[in-house]
Every structure is written in structure tokens, then in C-alpha cells.
């Protein structure tokens, strides 16, 4: 709060410089009224007119008694809040995110604050039906809003002020959030019930001695229900419950024995949400003993914390470093620190949770973007009131408001989906979480069986300490990896659609014996491509660059940039003929093929089709656990740290689509994910088996991947990449020029990469097109500017591109254009 001094008139007027949720390069200064001079806090959230007529929710940056020079300051409407819900800390997390990735701080804070808590004129409100309220407790106000909703199913804030005819109504709808009584349209509807088992507890009437006497009396004339009490007494430890299947399969007592049981009160039952994805494998990893090879490992991190901030945790698939993140969570807590393990995949966060609430009880908050607006508000509150221990969450995790952060941990740390790609900030959560912990004085373990070259370089460099674990946990052992040359099997004939034979016996052998597989194929979709044999066209997307993909479930051809779909053709639109082939083939393919060549076989798919659903994906994961699925086709989903214990055989069905990508990283990313994939199998007491096929067995990557050789691919890499002027030697910033029309673009991106070059000289690469050279209507151009680590300044770099940036703004002959800024495109 602020300490008021009593000016000449006995009022000091206030203004206050807030950031607005908008992309505009400046903050923006309010006057404050006199009667909310107390009310204001540097992270409180005000509300402002900006503009003719739009209202939107602020934060306080900055407070002065300055007024701006150049245009005179409106006042504030309202301060939305008692205590501030962005820290300091906070706010310099994303000053940071805004210069460093050169981006306005309005679009960091859009990025960061839930949509519940930056509410505008726009915003539609729904009323919450299931929710139970009282409207005797509502004011006059709060029961025209929940009326209106009854006859109207959602309104837009600014109707919602029409109809009380006041300026702003923020203050009124925060209440009846704040009640339960409403939520926000952006909502993801849940229509997935949480999974409950039920749970088996003895009446606490016979927990007492001669009431258990008595009992055993009563029921010496029903054995079955004496022999399901004998076996819940073996079963539970000081009255504790017992899992209700597992007394039934104990006991043998059969389930009408155990409803009398019930009938009578002797038992009590229990109904529990659990997570979906709890296998009786992992309670049995859960013993939390270290192997020797864990314990000289966290040793080893120990070591290297007291020294440096950032340790890199380098250990095979199935090492068990998961065993290693918890006993540092543990010591983090005990010191009374606040703990943040981030995972790259949505999904993971709820394979991980049940596990970690073993240890650490309910102080563990979930945070990610498939969580509701309300949800995500409730869990920003609490991480705000210190009533989180740990939290566990996707990428965005970074954002919220920590107090008391003592560890980071990234899990996964090479994994592609901590980068931001559309729209801005284009942060990497892991670079960003490492600046967080620098804030908060904390320490970051970076945790991968396949490192990013960066981390790996920085560990090179001494810049981060490193820990390893090369052997896998307990009992499982490496998988065995074999080769298949599909043009071998092509020309012998061998070849079933896109299974190899050695494929298709490994996965009839696996389900002969009850064993679960995986196939991987990095591109979803039927067929990418259907083209005219005749004349060779193409069908297109209407507003993009590319070739339209053929989803046999839609039945329709769909862009996988903008969206668009069209009815797939069966005559050819340009010449008339039927004869319209498929090439290529995705995950829907796959799934169908096989479903025709092993018919009995369980088949589901795992890709952004049907992952789209809030909980879609763990319901998949849940099935696949509990082996109502025999076989998963997946995309790369598949591959980030999913541990399943029945699978034995992994499928990869084309190595050859991400070796030939062109991009400086393809070798590095298909190490990366061959690995990972290939480490999802045989991580119990049985030995997997990994088929890769590919039309080049020799390929060096493919045998540094057999070889589990990640230091040669290293060494090989980094070697290219210092000829050609790559990272992690040298920086990258990424310029795409967009315009709707193609010949202003290239006079426009030839100007520009003129303007750098004067300046830059040939650090500057481009203009070019890229591989999909439009996308919604925008044709692209792209720049490239590569900066030695060594010997230049980056932030001066990056101030003169801003410069250039904004004078090519303010000049006329670009009018339509705008430019995307990619620093460290990953």
C-alpha cells in the first residue's frame, strides 16, 4: 500500500502507468480519483476506457504524481482488487519476456492472465446451472444479471452494462465468479466423468475388541460374508479403507455377500475420484528406494546446486529420474520452498499427479491450457495465497504467481512444445523458467534421455552442471532395436500395405501374449496427398500454400494451417478424370490397415484429432492402462515420457519423413523422438522390441539411435552447425514479412533486408520463402539474422532491429504488411 502525504489542497492526485491486454508498444497512464487513492498497489487490476468506447481490465505497473506530457489522462473507472494478483517478481518475469523476445508486454500479459481475470466489454457471460445459490443473499444489481441469463443463455459484458445502465459492471460480475454463480464463454465444457473407485471401511463400532468378538459371532452362520471381513482385516492396517475390487478378489466372497455386509452397516463404503492413470506398476515403483546409481546421481546434483543454478539431469528412458525429481521436490518443501515441475505434454500432468499427491497430499496445484477460464483463475489464486506446495503444469505455468519459488524443474527439457509459436510471446518456457528462478533465487534441474544441443553445449561450456543416469531403473532392461529396409521388403514382396513382415510378426506375436504395442507415425490424417494420375492436380487449400489432407472419419480434405475443409473429389476437377490416387499415409490410415489385416485386434489413435476434448487424451491413456487397448497409433504425442508397463513392442513406421525434413535440426529431432519413442517400450521385467523401417537402414542417425549414442550425434552436430553458423554457437532471430499481396511483399522484404544488411552485413540471410510460402490468405517472405555468442552485443542487435522495425512502420510504401519476430526459433 501507499504512504499518503497530505499535499497543499489536503489531496495528492495520482496517476497510474498500467499495462493494457492489447499489442501496443507502450503502457498506457491513468489519473486516479481521489477516493480510490487508497485502494492502489503496483499488481492490482484497474479498470480503463481505451479508446472511443472499450473498457478492459489493467495492471498497475508503475504509481506517480507525474502526468503524462502528451495527452491528457482519463481517470480510472475502478480497482478491481483488494490485494495485488501480480507480484513483482512477476512483473519483471515479463519485462524480461517482452525485451528479450521482442514483443509487447500487453500481449505477455494476455498470455499470462487467465481469461477470468482480464475480463473486457466483449466477454460473454454464462450463467452456471448446476450451481446451488441462494438469490435472497444476491443485491438488486447481482438479481437483474442472474434473471437476464435465465432468459438469455449468454450476454456480453457490455450488454450486461446497457442493462443496468452504469459504466462499469466488474465489481458486480467478480462477486458472482467469486460465488460461483457465473462463468465465462471461452470454457471448455467437461462432459468426461472423473473416475471414482469405491472403497471398503469397517463400521468404527467394531474397530473396539468385544465388538469384534460379538461380531465374529453373529456371522459364524454366514461364511461367505465371516471370509470377506477376515480379508478386509488382513487386508487394512489400523481400520484404514480397502479398495472394494480388491476384497472382493481377496476374499472370494462374492459381491451379494459384501452388499449384506453393507445392508447391516458392518461395512461402509466410500466413493473416490482417482486418477485415471494409476497402474498397479507404478504403486509398485512407488517404494521411493534409490538405486545406487539414483543416489550417486542426486549426489551428484547436490554438488553441482552448490555451485551453479542450473543442473542438467541426463539419464536414459527408464532410468527412473521421476524417483529423483521427488526426493528434490521433498527437500525443497522442507526447507519451505515453493516447487514448479513442468512437463511438455497436457496429458502428463495427469499421469504425474496421482503420484507425487502420495508424498506431498493435497498441496499440489495442475496447471494448464485445456483447464477451464474459472479453473485456471481458482488455481491463480491459490498459487497467489501460498496454498500450493508444487505445481504441475504445462507450459504457461511460468506465468503464475509464485512467492517463494526454491526449484524448477523442466522435464523433458528438448521437447519443442515449451516453445510458443503463434501467437506472441514466442517465449520457450525453459529459458523463461530459468530467468524465473533467477528471480526468485532458485534452482533449476533440466531433466532429459535425449538433451536439447543447447542445454548439452551450455554443460559443454560450464555454464550448466550435469548429473547422469545410465542405467535403466530395477529390472528393465534397454529395448532391442531392429532395422527394416522397406524397399528389401517392397521388392521381395513381403510388404502388407505399410507393415513390414518382421512389424506385423513382432505385433501378432505381442498380442499371442497379452503384450501391448505402439505405433509411431509423425503425421496425422488418411492420406497427406490425393492427386489426378492423369494430369497431376493437386487439390489445395483455398486460403494456404499447401495440400489439402484426407481424414477418412470427416470424409473430407483439411488444411492443418487455417482449417479449411472441402469435400474430398472423386472425378478431377481440372481434366475429368476418375483416376485419383492417394499418396502418402497418416495415422487414420494405419489404424484402418491394420484393423483389416489383424481384425481382433483393439485399435485406438492418439493425434489432434481425437485429442481435442478437455480430457480426451487421458481418457486414451486410461483405456491403454487398463488394456481395453491392444494397439496405439500416435503422432509424437506418443513419445513424451507416457510410461505404460505392458507395452513390449514399439512400430516406428517411417524414420525416413523426419531424417529428410529441411531443417537445420532434423537430425537432432529425429534422435530425439526415435529415441523417445523406442524408450516407451519394455519398461518393467520385460524386454521390448523396437522395428524401425525406413528406406535407408544405414542412415547415421538411425545407428547412433541403436547405438543409444547421443555423443556422437552431438559432436557430429555441433561440428555442421559451427561450419554453417547455427545454434547453440551462434543466435537466431527469425523475420516472417506478411502482406496480401505477393509482389508489394518482396519489394517490402527486399527493403528491409537492406536496411539490416547495412548495419548487420552478412549476418542477414534472406529474404526467401519459406516451405509454405502462404498461410490465411498472407503470403510470407522470411529473414534470417544469425549473431555470433561472442563479440556483439545481442541486446544491441535486437535494439537496432527494433529501430529498423519500427521506421519500416511509419513508412507508407509498407502500408498492409507487418512483421512476426521469432527470437530463438526452435
Avoid at 324 to 338: F, M, N, P, S, T
Avoid at 418 to 440: E, N, S
Avoid at 721 to 728: A, D, E, G, I, M
Amino acid at each position: 500500500m501507499l504512504e499518503f502525504n497530505e499535499g497543499a489542497g489536503g489531496r495528492q492526485t495520482f496517476f497510474v502507468e498500467v499495462i493494457l491486454p492489447l499489442s501496443i508498444p507502450k503502457t498506457y497512464t491513468y489519473r486516479v480519483p481521489h477516493t480510490l487513492n487508497e485502494s492502489l498497489a503496483i499488481g492490482k487490476r484497474v479498470i480503463v476506457q481505451f479508446g472511443k468506447s472499450r473498457i478492459y481490465t489493467a495492471i498497475i505497473l508503475k504509481i506517480t504524481e507525474e502526468p503524462p506530457l502528451l495527452y491528457e489522462a482519463k481517470y480510472i473507472i475502478e480497482v478491481l482488487d483488494d490485494e495485488a494478483i501480480v507480484n513483482a517478481r512477476q512483473l519483471q518475469v515479463w519485462q524480461w519476456i517482452a525485451e528479450y523476445y521482442m514483443c509487447y508486454i500487453g500481449e505477455v500479459m494476455q498470455a499470462a492472465l487467465p481469461a477470468a481475470l482480464k475480463l473486457a466489454s466483449e466477454t460473454r457471460i454464462i450463467l452456471l446451472q448446476e450451481a446451488g445459490y441462494d438469490k435472497s443473499l444476491l443485491n438488486d444489481k447481482e438479481f437483474l444479471i442472474i434473471e437476464a441469463l435465465e432468459l438469455q443463455p449468454e450476454l456480453k459484458i457490455s450488454d450486461i452494462a446497457n442493462l443496468l445502465g452504469q459504466k462499469t459492471v466488474f465489481p458486480l460480475l467478480k462477486g458472482l465468479f467469486e460465488k460461483g454463480v457465473i462463468h465465462i464463454s471461452e470454457e471448455i465444457s467437461d462432459r468426461y466423468k472423473p473416475r471414482k473407485k469405491a472403497y471398503i471401511l469397517l463400521n468404527p463400532l467394531y474397530l473396539e475388541a468385544e465388538n469384534r468378538k460379538a461380531l465374529f459371532q453373529v456371522l459364524e452362520r454366514a461364511p461367505k460374508q465371516l471370509d470377506a471381513l477376515l480379508a478386509y482385516i488382513k487386508l487394512s492396517k489400523d481400520g484404514r479403507e480397502v479398495l472394494k475390487s480388491v476384497l472382493l478378489e481377496e476374499s472370494g466372497c462374492g459381491a451379494s455377500a459384501l452388499k449384506t455386509l453393507l445392508d447391516k452397516e458392518i461395512f461402509v463404503q466410500e466413493d473416490k475420484v482417482v486418477s485415471r492413470l494409476t497402474t498397479g506398476e507404478q504403486e509398485a515403483d512407488n517404494t521411493y528406494e534409490l538405486s545406487d546409481p539414483q543416489k550417486k546421481a542426486f549426489t551428484e546434483i547436490e554438488k553441482q546446486f552448490a555451485s551453479r543454478d542450473v543442473v542438467l539431469l541426463h539419464g536414459i528412458t527408464s532410468s527412473g529420474k521421476t524417483q529423483l525429481y521427488i526426493k528434490l521436490i521433498e527437500e525443497a518443501v522442507l526447507k519451505g520452498r515453493q516447487v514448479l515441475y513442468l512437463l511438455p505434454e497436457i496429458a502428463l500432468t495427469a499421469q504425474m499427479i496421482e503420484r507425487l499427491r502420495r508424498y506431498f497430499g493435497s498441496k499440489i496445484g495442475i496447471y494448464h491450457s485445456r483447464f477451464s477460464d474459472n479453473e485456471r483463475a481458482e488455481v491463480w489464486n491459490k498459487v497467489l495465497k501460498n496454498e500450493y506446495d508444487i505445481v504441475l503444469g504445462a507450459r504457461s505455468s511460468v506465468f503464475l504467481p509464485f512467492s517463494n519459488l526454491g526449484l524448477i524443474i523442466v522435464d523433458e527439457e528438448h521437447e519443442a512444445s515449451y516453445k510458443q509459436f503463434d501467437p506472441a510471446p514466442r517465449y520457450h518456457a525453459r529459458d523463461t523458467a530459468i530467468y524465473l528462478a533467477r528471480v526468485h533465487k532458485a534452482k533449476v534441474l533440466l531433466g532429459s534421455a535425449t538433451p536439447s544441443l543447447e542445454s548439452y553445449y551450455n554443460v559443454q561450456t560450464d555454464k550448466y552442471g550435469l548429473a547422469e543416469l545410465v542405467e535403466r531403473f530395477g529390472a528393465s532392461k534397454l529395448p532391442q532395436i531392429e532395422v527394416v529396409s522397406i524397399t528389401d521388403e517392397t521388392n521381395k514382396k513381403t510388404i502388407q500395405s505399410n507393415f513390414t513382415s518382421v512389424l506385423l510378426a513382432e505385433i501378432k506375436l505381442a498380442l499371442e501374449n497379452k503384450e501391448q504395442v505402439i505405433l509411431f507415425q509423425n503425421r496425422r490424417g488418411y492420406t497427406p496427398i490425393l492427386l489426378c494420375r492423369t494430369c497431376g492436380y493437386l487439390p489445395k487449400c483455398i486460403n494456404c500454400d499447401v495440400s489439402l489432407t484426407y481424414h477418412k472419419s470427416s470424409g473430407k480434405l483439411h488444411c492443418h494451417y487455417c482449417g479449411y475443409k472441402q469435400e474430398t473429389i472423386a472425378r478431377c476437377p481440372a481434366c475429368g478424370s476418375t483416376h485419383i490416387e492417394q499418396k502418402g499415409f497418416g495415422t487414420e490410415k494405419i489404424e484402418e490397415d491394420l484393423q483389416f489385416i489383424i481384425p481382433e485386434a483393439r485399435i485406438a489413435r492418439m493425434d489432434l484429432d481425437t485429442t481435442r476434448s478437455k480430457n480426451s487424451f487421458q481418457k486414451l491413456i486410461a483405456d491403454f492402462e487398463d488394456a481395453k487397448i491392444d494397439v496405439l497409433v500416435g503422432t509424437q504425442m506418443v513419445a513424451k515420457g507416457l510410461d505404460f508397463g505392458n507395452v513390449t513392442v514399439i512400430g516406428i513406421i517411417s524414420a525416413d519423413s523426419m531424417l529428410n525434413y529441411p531443417d537445420f535440426r532434423a537430425y537432432e529431432r529425429s534422435f530425439q523422438m526415435l529415441s523417445q519413442v523406442a524408450g516407451r517400450a519394455g519398461r518393467r521385467d520385460k524386454i521390448g522390441k523396437v522395428i524401425i523401417q525406413t528406406y535407408n537402414p544405414s542412415h547415421r542417425v538411425i545407428e547412433q539411435v541403436i547405438k543409444n549414442d547421443f555423443e556422437g550425434l552431438f559432436n557430429r552436430e555441433v561440428a555442421e552447425r559451427k561450419t554453417f553458423l547455427y545454434p547453440p554457437l551462434y543466435r537466431l532471430i527469425r523475420l516472417d514479412i506478411k502482406h496480401k499481396d505477393p509482389m508489394l511483399l518482396s519489394d517490402i522484404a527486399y527493403r528491409l533486408s537492406i536496411d539490416l544488411k547495412s548495419t548487420l552485413g552478412k549476418r542477414v540471410l534472406g529474404p526467401e520463402e519459406p516451405m509454405v510460402s502462404r498461410i490465411r490468405n498472407y503470403y510470407i517472405k522470411t529473414i534470417y539474422i544469425k549473431v555470433e555468442r561472442n563479440g556483439i552485443s545481442i541486446a544491441k542487435v535486437k535494439n537496432f532491429l527494433a529501430d529498423v522495425l519500427s521506421a519500416m512502420e511509419t513508412n507508407k510504401l509498407n502500408k498492409g504488411a507487418f512483421v512476426q519476430v521469432d527470437v530463438d526459433p526452435y
